[in-house]
């Protein structure tokens, strides 16, 4: 089942900070983070593992909440480069494929 | 190194056509992944093979469409008789055993 992504579009201006939230209806192993630049393959960030941990590259943070089967990712003093869609992906216990949500458009604007 | 590579990119054909698609993993990655993205959606998972094995088909939409990876390396994905709703992205993925997936270009399809 589809995991649903919320918000559907953010717009910030640069600097300013964005939460991304991916749930799932079933119970999850891990989570994965892909960025999408508009006519570009999506390119990895990050997996998250474990209930409850969090993992972080640059200013790019995400957490996962294995009981509650939710994902935030957080983009702290956004750049312009960070704009695009981001998409969640799910693995359910003991299934290998990941199962990716609508995703989320992020615009930043200088 | 080299990343996935799809072929072709862009392919144009009549209803009822059959295409293939193709699709080249990075070397040594032991699973490869298809998905299939429309415009503004997230990849919609189709089918995976570790190694020659096919280990889940259950994301191909109906018996016109079928996947091979004969020698554990290169994949090719086929749609027979294709239909207007078939055109969409076509992606491939591969990766090392549960590991984050690297995804190709894509081969964008179109059905006229």
């Known amino acids: 089942q589809q995991p649903v992504q919320s918000p559907q579009a953010v717009i910030l201006r640069e600097g300013e900070d964005a939460v991304i939230n991916c749930s799932s209806s079933k119970a999850l192993y891990s989570v994965h983070w892909y960025r999408q630049k508009h006519g570009e393959a999506p390119v990895f960030l990050m997996i998250?593992?474990?209930?409850?941990e969090q993992k972080g590259h640059d200013k790019i943070s995400a957490s996962f909440n294995e009981k509650k089967q939710q994902s935030s990712l957080y983009l702290t003093a956004s750049q312009l480069s960070y704009s695009g869609t981001y998409f969640c992906?799910?693995?359910?216990?003991?299934?290998?494929?990941?199962?990716f949500g609508q995703g989320t458009r992020l615009t930043i604007n200088p | 190194g080299a990343g996935v590579s799809q072929s072709p990119r862009y392919k144009v054909t009549k209803r009822g056509q059959d295409v293939a698609l193709r699709c080249d993993p990075i070397s040594g990655h032991v699973s490869l992944y298809w998905y299939r993205q429309a415009l503004g959606q997230g990849p919609e998972f189709l089918t995976y093979f570790n190694y020659e094995a096919q280990q889940d088909k259950s994301g191909l939409p109906n018996d016109r469409f079928s996947a091979e990876r004969p020698e554990g390396s290169i994949s090719t994905l086929t749609i027979q008789r294709t239909e207007q709703r078939d055109s969409a992205m076509y992606r491939c993925a591969s990766s090392p055993l549960n590991s984050p997936l690297h995804f190709g270009n894509g081969t964008r399809l179109t059905v006229t």
């Open positions: 998250l593992l474990k209930g409850g």
């Open positions: 992906g799910t693995e359910g216990k003991g299934a290998q494929k990941l199962v």
